[in-house]
């Protein structure tokens, strides 16, 4: 089967860059800042994407470009014989499949919040309304696997297309609207009169904030937001050339990524601030606390429309990147053609996203871990905690180690091309440390997990000593 290559480096830039924007990016982190203190989490945060993001991606992309070829097979061609590296390749398509059963559902929700919005059922209502749509909103079983169906179906049907005609084209039309919108919506919150309370909260570090739980927080989504470990990354430094060096590649995709995420907690703060929401509120921040701010909003129509399609671009270009990395895998496991593979793909995750979406309603009772938890719990927790950091443990040691690719073959690899590079000296760093601090990541992430009601195991740990 003949390897697809991307039509420029823009549409590689702007691709990849979509992989990593999402949900992450502008839902989870204006409310973890939100509940982190604010600007000491944003630094701390700005920090971690630099020693532990920037690395990992640059591993990711050698990888692919290297091997030409789907995380499902880049070991196979890069492993010495005898070697059971390609294991974790048939992983990471798992990951992929199961990210995108529960965040198929989460693109949904924004889809259905931008569509009230646009027919104005949104606004015009009481607060308490207001907070009562999200609740109902997930009480549907129709409207939660319908929407998340159209999620699915959408983006089937655009990677249908082709890699250059579909994805790539697709996304960076989605990319440039999604940025232009975002400063619109930054202009406007500027102009709030709760703009200066809002910006100083969000931009200036209190250092006394800063304790065990921040640095945890913030290490956690500077990792989690660039969608690394599952080879989302490798599959896009597949389809490029040897033109570039992929260090400066790496960085101007972190910066984008970062742009989107600041660029989110300017327009919500200075929003919360006028409105007096409280900044802490959560996962449920960017519904039930934003919805409430649009309706007080004078156009809150108009903003609530634009707010809510520019979430839904972000969170619509990581799964066309995501799908389109399942193809990849898929394809290259079964011969497949793209229009073939799209049908069955898209069918199989349609039907592995709907134990998600009804999770929330008619399979309300399955409770996998506290008596709050759902089925979207117990897949974020396999995908987040576990098959992301492991991944990505998995793909800096088989480049570090003799016994994998070895470092002398990435760092040729990673600096072939004209612009940024690595030096040797970074070796330590990346055999010994970016190592030890993904396995804190892993081990935090579990020790701290509710897995019942006021159960963690670091809990019961202290409990013991």
């Known amino acids: 089967m003949e390897r697809e290559r991307l039509g420029s480096r823009l ?30 989490f944003v630094l701390l945060y700005l ?116 890699l250059q005609n579909g994805a790539e084209r697709i996304t960076k039309y989605m990319m440039i609207i999604l940025l232009f919108l975002m400063v619109v919506l930054a202009i406007n919150s500027f102009t709030l009169d709760g703009a200066k309370e809002g910006l100083a909260f969000y931009l ?12 945890v927080g913030a290490m956690n989504q500077a990792f989690f937001t660039l969608s690394l470990g599952v080879g989302s990354m490798a599959i896009f430094g597949s389809y490029i050339g040897k033109e570039r060096s992929l260090v400066g590649e790496s960085v101007n995709i ?27 509120e959560g996962p449920k921040l960017l519904f039930v606390a934003m919805a409430k701010v649009f309706n007080n909003m004078s156009g809150g129509r108009v903003w609530g429309s634009l707010f809510f399609l520019f979430m839904f671009f972000a969170a619509m270009s990581t799964v066309i990147a995501v799908c389109q990395n399942i193809l990849a895998c898929v394809r290259e496991l079964t011969g497949w053609g793209r229009v073939k ?18 999770g929330f309603n008619l399979w309300k009772g399955v409770t996998p871990f506290s008596s709050t938890s759902g089925i979207l719990d117990l ?43 690595l030096g040797k000296w970074i070796r330590p760093y990346m055999t010994y440390v970016l190592p030890a601090i993904i396995i804190a990541i892993f081990i935090i992430g579990v020790a701290t997990f509710p897995f019942a009601d006021d159960f963690t195991i670091w809990n019961w740990i202290k409990s013991l000593v």
């Open 11 to 40: 549409g590689f830039i702007l691709l990849s860059a979509g992989c990593a924007i999402g949900v992450g990016n502008v839902w989870k982190f204006p409310w973890m800042a939100g509940q982190n203190g604010g600007g000491a």
């Open 47 to 162: 920090i971690f994407l630099v020693v532990l993001g920037l690395p990992v991606m640059v591993v990711e992309f050698s990888l692919g470009r290297a091997s030409q070829s789907s995380p499902v097979r880049l070991y196979h061609k890069l492993q010495k014989p005898k070697q059971k590296w390609h294991i974790h390749g048939y992983a990471a398509l798992a990951a992929n499949v199961l990210l995108m059963m529960f965040y198929t559902s989460v693109t949904g929700w924004i889809l259905y919040y931008f569509i009230s919005f646009v027919r104005g059922s949104m606004t015009g209502i009481s607060d308490a309304q207001s907070s009562q749509l999200f609740d109902s909103m997930q009480a549907s079983p129709a409207i939660m696997v319908g929407f998340m169906a159209i999620v699915v179906v959408l983006c089937f049907i655009l990677l249908s297309v082709g």
């Open 204 to 215: 200036k570090p209190d250092l006394s904030k800063i304790n065990g739980s921040v640095v």
């Open 254 to 280: 972190l910066c984008l990524d970062t742009f989107v995420a600041i660029v989110a907690g300017l327009i919500i703060f200075p929003a919360c601030f006028t409105f007096n929401v409280e900044p802490t």
């Open 341 to 358: 593979g799209c049908i069955i793909c898209g069918i199989g995750v349609l039907v592995l996203s709907v134990p998600c979406a009804l």
């Open 379 to 421: 897949e974020d927790f396999i995908v987040s905690n576990c098959l992301l950091p492991l991944g990505a443990l998995c793909y800096v040691l088989f480049c570090v180690s003799k016994k994998g690719w070895g470092f002398d073959n990435f760092i040729a690899e990673a600096n072939t091309g004209k612009g940024l590079r």
